[in-house]
C-alpha cells in the first residue's frame, strides 16, 4: 500500500512539475493559453489525475476522516475532466472544452474542500494552507480565460504555472503525511507484536 502512495505522489509532482514547465515555457515564448498545446498539458493533467486517485483509493486504508477522503476524491474528479477535455482538445476541436471549464470549477471546489478539510484532519493539517493557496492562483488563471477578465499580458500562465508547482508541493505533502500515518500504523504493530 505505501509503495501506491509513493507512485501517486511521484504522479502528482510530476505532472505538477510538467504543467508548471509548459506554462512557464509558454509565457518565455510568448505563447498566450489560447495558442498552447493542449495535448501537453493535457499529459501533465493526467499524471496529476493518476496521483489523485491514487491517493484517493490508498489513504483509504490509512484511515483518513471522511470529509477529508471526499474532498480528495472530488478533487480526483476535477483533474480527470480536466485532463480528458484538455487531450480531447489536442486531439480535436469538438465541443470537450466544456469538460475542461467543468473540470477546472470542479478542482477549484475540491481544493477549497480539502484546504479547509485538512485542518481538522490530524494526518494533514500541517500542509492544509497548501490546497487553498493553490486555488488562489487557480481560480483566476482559469477565469480569466473562460470569463471576460483582462489580465496584464502572461499573468494567467504564470498563475496556472504556480498552480503546476503547487502540485508539485502537494503530491509531496500527501507522501510526506501518509508516510507519518504508516510509520505510526506499523509502529503500533509492532508493539502489539511484542506484547502477544
Known sequence: MFNNIKVGAISCAAGGAGWAAFLFWFVSQNISIAEAPWILLGGAATLIALGSWIFTVSWRRVQLS???YMSLGILAL???LVAVGLIGVGISTGNLFLLVI???AVVSL???AFGLMSFTDRKFARWGWLPLLMAAVYIPSFAAAD???TFPSGTTEILAGLYGIGWLFLGYALYDSSRRSFDKQLEGFSEASEVA
Open 78 to 80: 476535477g483533474t480527470t
Open 102 to 104: 467543468l473540470g477546472e
Open 66 to 68: 471522511g470529509s477529508l
Open 147 to 149: 470569463l471576460p477578465l
Open 110 to 112: 475540491g481544493l477549497v
